[in-house]
């Protein structure tokens, strides 16, 4: 896990603006304190992909198309849920309270820090799958609606084994947190894999794929 | 035998895994496995049957994620609850039946959205549904404060005995950060046994489990995980390694065992063996002073800070945020005084104008989301102190009992019945004592009395009382010696409120500083004192590293060594420049000083032209340049934050309400927990000089709309940031439409839209901080025309 610096100030809405030596060190700052507070854990499953979009032995169906799109082909997906931990959501109680600034860095670079964490979790699943992997794809993404997540958490026993819980709005808390389905398809493994931070082709398309254009976050 | 009588006496075995056992019987397991209990009872039975056969004395019925809050409907619930322990009490009718508790799957307040009080009632209602059972289990728990609605629903709604237990990561520490010092300090009042379940391997739960003896009188349990499962859900340790470890957790005195995911009848045979060839053994426990939160336990063998400053009596901003709900302020307070150096908190809501009932248990609970200092309730109504107790995770202080019967047998049984301690003024019915001996005599009768409530002493505090030197000459030296006398004859601890001694004469902080000084060597343990004042941590400091406390004067030394001043920042201004002209470097590089140039201001300005002159046109500047793209968010909110201490210097120069314009409510609406962006536009707007009312997030469209009309207002804001979230936003506009007819409403968050504000009837959608200004400005200073929504 890493929060790499791009990616935090892309997070932030940085595009290109001048940024002093005293605005770095509270970057770094803040990144040091999310890193140093995590305490990351995952669970992750392996299911049979059902020709209805179900997964395999559970009673929970892909509902959308943008997610039967993303899965087109996979026989099998990896179902997974992680999290940074309380202890990052607890600082940014107390920092909401103190310094809107710090919050707002340490916020951001806690959501990096889920997300490289994530991806470090993708590399390993890749690494010992010998073929390749989809993109993550989560609740709230195109069609693939937020309540799934309510089912994944149970599926996962996410609140008793990693303390996360899924609230009635269907939202993750701890807030740092992440749900989603990975497929396996049917292509050779790629020679280099998507944690390359924005070097290879597919990490790209991360963005690429996603249909909100106007968001301010796109690559 | 009843269970408590069994356990009193024996060694007792529970059973082991449940879901490990289903798996392997059933091919496709329903999300909510509890249902099995009405489709495939006969399933169930043969489990049941299993693990009575291989020795457990206590069978757990199929229960555990059967409550409403995961079941998501209360009849159900009560159904598949019945039928699970009929179906225990069938498999095993020799055994004890334990009613199973777990976690409610959703987080509590702050973290979460779940409120005590729900999920207080979802355990009632299981606990009720559940009440032809031997006994409750409440087990798998992370969250202390989930743990602590469980047993208060379970002992408030049976009378069976009750069995908890918490499951600890690697680090120690439960998922939410509980240890299990806070933990058995916590938990132990409430329940007839305490102690482990499911986290890791059994070895690995060694440790915890002996921090877990020594801090409870109570039987401890362990059902500890046949290790990690792997990918195939294969377990690492297998059933000899697994009793090779029961076997120490028996001679380090557990008296409770049992096993959890992955462990079988196999596993569960050869712990009823190790039960039957060992005796009781005795636990190295014995009663200690201490207090805790949920994630921080302090040990009372040494001198404690208690902040004074969350309390209205003669502080008027606190009065002020108290009355107007502004807990914000109060958290503030709540940090300060933690990184000033307070170990305790001290909390009170006694205010005529206030409901204490309802106040303090509210105070108490914005108080732990940002501080995980222990609290002490401060307060003479019992009715706000049993509301405050329930309200408040971990050990708390009740402050105070006195000596007279009224107030001690109103207070104490809630102190014992909670675990709590107390602090004991050596007052009574005729007013304060004159003398040391007729305080001590006072003190003696609390302690009896607390005695005869099942009060240790390590649990009570006495307060010798300060009575004002001025006034009362002589009263100085006999607080002394009352306290030296009664730290001599009893276990208890010494609290004592030092500032009052030096009221009415000049320069006071040298007589409190004597004066905590001599308190200090007469054995005072626990000052209760205004932290944020350097003479007081200093004196407090200086006795612990004069009195040896403070080892090798190690804490001394790190705290005052490096209290040389810095060297100024090679980005500050030039100081020769003017401060015209540096307020405006200052506050677009965001720098903390910014709050000196601004002092350096009004040394030539008046207050308000500080503020029209240069804050409000350098705020300008950094907020036209955002809009371009110059300047980027954190560039913003850095500049807000300076500018937000020279606002904090001008106000002091002002009369309150002179510098207000316009007042704001903002708040996140219900079911949403992400306040980040309300944040960020509380900050722009408030250094704008508005006002801003902060409700916080999760917010319920009622508060929001009765605040609103309570406080008159004419432009509110309300933030959402998915989709699932919208509707309470929408709920919330049009009740304020009816409610307030005259308050403007604006709202922002990641999924709006202008497009999707419109349509939910909003008047404007702010896309950045920076909108939220134009149309602050907009409604309450005829500044530029920002055209409504519904106009578009």
Redesign the interface.
Known sequence: MQIDREEFLRYLGWKGQETDESFQKKLDGAAQKALDLSSPRSVVRKFRLTEDFSLFGTQFVLEGKDIRTHLAGCKEVFLMAATIGAAPEKELLRLTRSNTFEALLFDTACSCAVESYCDDICEDLQKNCPTALTERFSCGYGDFPLQAQQEICRILRTDTQLGLCCDESFLLTPRKSVTALVGITARPAPEKTHACKQKCASCKQKCASCKKADCAFRK | MDFKTFLQNNIVVFDGAFGTLLQQKI??????PERLNLENPAAIEEIHREYAEAGADVITANTFGANEG?VGDRAESEKLVRAAVRLAKKAAPTKFVALDI??T???LE?????SFAEAYDIFAHMVEAGSDADLILIE?M??LQELRAALLAAKEHSNLPVVCSM?F?E?GR????CDPVCYALTASPLADAVGVN?SLGPDKLLPVVEIILAHTAKPVIVQANAGMPD?EMRYSIDSDRFAETYEKFLKMGVRIVGGCCGTTPAYIKKIRALADSHTVVPTHFRPLAAVCSANRAVFLDDVHIIGERINPTGKKAMKQALLSEDY?YV??QA?EQQEAGASILDVNAGLPELDEKTVLPRLIREVQ????LPIQIDSSSPAAIEAALRACCGKAIVNSVNGEDKSLHAILPLVKKYGAAVVGLTVDEHGVPKSAKERIKIAEKIIRTAETYGIAQEDIFIDCLTLTVSAEQAQAAETLSAIREIKARFHVKAVLGVSNISFGLPNRQIINSAFLTAALFAGLDLPILNPNIPENIQTVFAFRALSGQDKNCAAYTERFAAAAPSAP?P?APNPNAKPEEDIFFAIR??LPDADKICAALLERFAPLEVIDRFLIPALNEVGNDYEK???????L??A??SAKGCFAKIKKKLPAGNAERGKIVLATVK??????GK??A??VLENYGYTVIDLGKNVPPETIAMTCRKENIRLCGLSA?????VP?MEETIRLLRTECPDCRVMVGGAVLSEEYAKKIGADWYCKDANADVKIAQFVFEQGEPVPTLQTK
């Open positions: 091919q496709s397991v329903p999300t909510i995961k777990g976690p799957g959703r987080l702050p973290m979460g959205t779940m798998t992370s969250d499951t990561e680090n439960t998922f939410t950060g499911c990918a914000a958290q503030k940090i989301a940002v501080s995980d920042s980005s590089k965001g793209g110059i300047l980027f968010l954190p560039q909110i850095a807000a934050e079911g949403d927990v992400h306040d980040i944040n960020i509380k900050t940031l998915m989709t699932t979230t309470a």
